[in-house]
Structure formats: structure tokens, C-alpha cells
């Protein structure tokens, strides 16, 4: 177990490096505990900080795990505030490639001593370069084309390390009680985490690239990449190569002849395909991820790819259908049933009032009543229904603010696609739709029939399982007993300075962030 004062120490440089860019200066604030206002203050001392803070730049500053945790953070306005989260969008997780000589090892350790057994080339020059890892072009034996993306060296337990000290903060941080415990760091740095572990092994990011490909299977101008399986592993991931113009690169679009509005309604589409149909969905798709390929045979209906499958949201079926009968309830004005659905879902703790609950959610459907779905946006619905979750104590849900996440930044890039195209307009029929289909009197039939089915197969088991618990005399004797579960221990027996400077050090630094 890695000592306090290493976690201290780690706190300490990592508040430095973010000082000196002006991301702490939030934390000078009135409104923050002593403690945590006085780290920020020491930190700032003799920086120069730029007055506005550069959050982006500080997290860059302190490393790859800052950057990671930065994107993670943006996707949590709530707590570290919406110009906070605008700014950390910026996180493109570009950093300089290391030198192919080094990467090389890492190729010949995977391919039995010698990466020409599996390449006919590689370019020795990166085609990007991230935090995590760097992607090379590639030409296989058998002559397909290929991107090579390789971990960096040394990236594991650079991350453990990090991981580590961000885990004990936010456990410090969220026994403060009140706000800090509704905030559940905790819950983020665990999210964090989970993206993480799934980045460390590419293997998990080619089952996510071929599960998305099979969500957008109907949207056939919606392209994920092939995997190359074979040579593919942990530390190495091998897809087809994108023949297109990146999304970010406007010089290179603005001379390309295409039906703009076509492909917003394509990437609009697809998320919906991925989010709404199958609950499963890309999370970070921002312009550098996007590929436009151009068309062909003098057509002007171009395609849209995506790539890096890193992180992926994940949404069940029943919160999925709270959601619609949120926003169906919302737009049609039935206030009172979109409140019970909170409460039946667990959104609001049950002290609250119903009825007054049904109010505050009239203060955000209310604008948007009687005007037509062209008219209405839905980042800044969603925007109001987040809100309100500060009055009536609700615990944030990570699965519906990494959608919310997802929704804002598909939106501003069908903007630049199309300035003129509004994604709730695009939206409302596929919604509409699926509402229907999954929320009409068949659906409901067949989820019944389903529902039973599942209960009458797990009778057996049932039934196994109380023989178990009363066996019969003379049976046999049952097996040693398990040893209990471990009770989780919330405190560290620390004096009150110590505390009081990890809590202030924690939260200038992680809760950042927050």
C-alpha cells in the first residue's frame, strides 16, 4: 500500500503544475473551505498564473493520467462546473510520439523477436501520438492497409501509480460529507478507472470496434473499421486504415464537394443507432476521431468514420426507457408521470415531495411547449434537467451524463457539417419511432412473456438452492465455511492538520479539477 506522504508529495507537484497555468485559481474562492483555499493560494505563489485558468494546458502539464483524467472530468459539469468541463473538452490527448526505435521493441516483443514476419512496412513517423499510445501506417504481408496503434512503454504503472493517489483523494474528499459526498468522486475516479483499464488492453478496444460495427449495421454510411484479429493483441491493435479527411482538418473539407446536411443526419443517426437502439455507443467522438470519406463515382454523398474505440458508454434497457418517458413526458407536458419515473427509478431520494418535484420539472418543459421540434434543443433540455438535480439532492448517474457528454459534442459537430441542422429535428422521428415500438401494447406483451419465461427457467435453480440450505439428515456434510466479506473502512485514523492539508491538497488537485 502506497504510503501518505507519497500520496501528499504526488498532490503537492501535481497543485504546482497546475497552479502555474491558473486551473487552482477557483479554489481561491470564498465559497471553498479554508483548507482547500489555502493550498491553492501556497501553490500560486511565484507562478505568474494567467488569470482566466487554462485547465487543459495544467492537466497536460502534469502528465498522461491528467490528461485522461481530464476527460473524464468534462464529462462532469456538475462538478467542476460547465466552463470548467467547455474548457477540458480541448483534451485532444495529442502529446509528441516517442521515436520509433523505442516503439519498435514493443512490435518485435509481440511478433516472436521480428514485426517483418507481419508487415511488409511501417512508417517510422507516427500519424498521431496520445498519451497512452501512438498509431502508425502500416502495409500487412497480404498487402492490406493498415493503422498500428501500440501502448506507450512504461504507460501501465504510470497509470496504476496515478490511479492510486486519485483513488485516495477522492476517498478523503468525499468523507467531508454534505456536497462532497453527493459530488461521489469516488464514483468518478471509479469510471476513470474502468475507461483506463480498457485502454490498457487493445484487445477490449477491438471487441468494442466490432460490437459498435454490428449496433450500426443499418446505417451503412456510418463506417467502423475492420480489426485485423491476428495481429492484434493487448499492447497492440491493427485496423483497416481510414481513406479520409479528419473532421478537425476545415481547409481540407471546405474544398471537398458533399452533401453537408446528408452526412449530419448520418453521424446524428448513428449515435442514435448506437445509443438509442442498442445502448451501446461511442463516447468520445470529436472531430479528430471523425473521418469524412469522400465520394465516389462523381456522387456527392460522402461517408463518415469513426475511430478509437477507447470509450464507450453503455446504457441497460430500463434506463433507457426512463429516459424516454422523460422526454416524451416532457414534451408533452405530463410533468407528474416524469416525476414518479425519479422517484421510481431511484433519481430522487424519496424524503422529497413528489408534487414538488413535478414543479421544478414544469420550470424546464414549460419553454419548450407548444413549439415545434425544429425549435427545440435538446443540449439545453437536458441542460435544464440537470439543473435541478442541486435542489432535490440527486445522485448523479455517470451512464446519463457521459450520454449528455456524447449528445453535446455529436451536436456541435453536425453544426459544423451544417450550421443550420438542428439534432432534436433530426432526432424526433427516430425517437418517436422507437418509443413507440419499445413502449406500445406488443412490446409490452412480449417483455411479459419474456419476464416469466426467464422466471420459470431459473425454478431449477431455485429449487437447488433451498435443498442446499436444508439438507436432509445424513447427507452429506457441507463444505468449509467462507470467511466473511471485509467491511470497508472509511476513515485513516489521521490527526486533524494532516487531514485538513490531504483534503486541501486532494481536492486542489483532483476534485479539480473540480
Known sequence: MTATVTHLWRMLVWGRALARHGALRPFESPKVPLGIRAVARIARVGTRAPVTPDFAAGLAAVGPAAVKLGQALATRPDLIGPEAALDLVRLQDSLPPLPFSTMEAVLNAAYDGDWR???????????????????HRGVTTEGRRVAIKMLRPGIDADLARAIDTYEWAAGHIELLGGEFERLRPRAVIATFKGWTEAELDLRREAASASELAE???????????????????????????????????????????????RLAMVLVNGFLAQAIAQGFFHADMHQGNLFVIPPADGSDHAKLAVIDFGIMGRI???????????LHGLVTGNYARVAEIHFEAGYVPPHHNVGAFATALRAVGEPIRGK????????????????????????????????????VMVEGVALTLDP???????????????VRDEMGPEAIIADSIVENVRALVQLPRLFRQYV?????????????????????????????????LASGAGAAAVWLLG
Open 117 to 135: 514476419t507481419r508487415f511488409q512496412a511501417i512508417e517510422p513517423v507516427p500519424v498521431g501520438a496520445a498519451s497512452m499510445a501512438q498509431v
Open 468 to 500: 442446499a440450505a436444508h439438507p436432509v439428515p445424513g447427507a452429506a456434510p457441507e463444505g468449509p465455511a467462507l470467511p466473511p466479506l471485509p467491511t470497508r473502512r472509511r476513515g485513516t485514523g489521521w490527526s486533524t492538520p494532516w487531514l485538513l
Open 372 to 407: 415545434r421540434a425544429k425549435d427545440v434543443n435538446i443540449t439545453q433540455l437536458l441542460d435544464g434537467l440537470f439543473a435541478i438535480t442541486r435542489s432535490f439532492d440527486m445522485q448523479v448517474q455517470p451512464h446519463l451524463l457521459l450520454l449528455q457528454k456524447t449528445m
Open 215 to 261: 449496433a450500426v449495421q443499418a446505417e451503412p454510411d456510418f463506417v467502423v473499421p475492420g480489426i485485423d484479429w491476428s495481429r492484434s493483441s493487448r499492447r497492440i491493435l491493427v485496423i483497416d486504415w481510414i481513406d479520409g479527411i479528419k473532421m478537425n482538418d476545415s481547409a481540407a473539407l471546405a474544398a471537398l464537394d458533399f452533401d453537408r446536411r
Open 316 to 326: 441497460n434497457r430500463r434506463a433507457r426507457m426512463y429516459l424516454a418517458e422523460i
Open 420 to 434: 443550420h441542422v438542428n439534432m432534436w429535428e433530426v432526432a424526433e422521428p427516430y425517437v418517436r419511432d422507437w
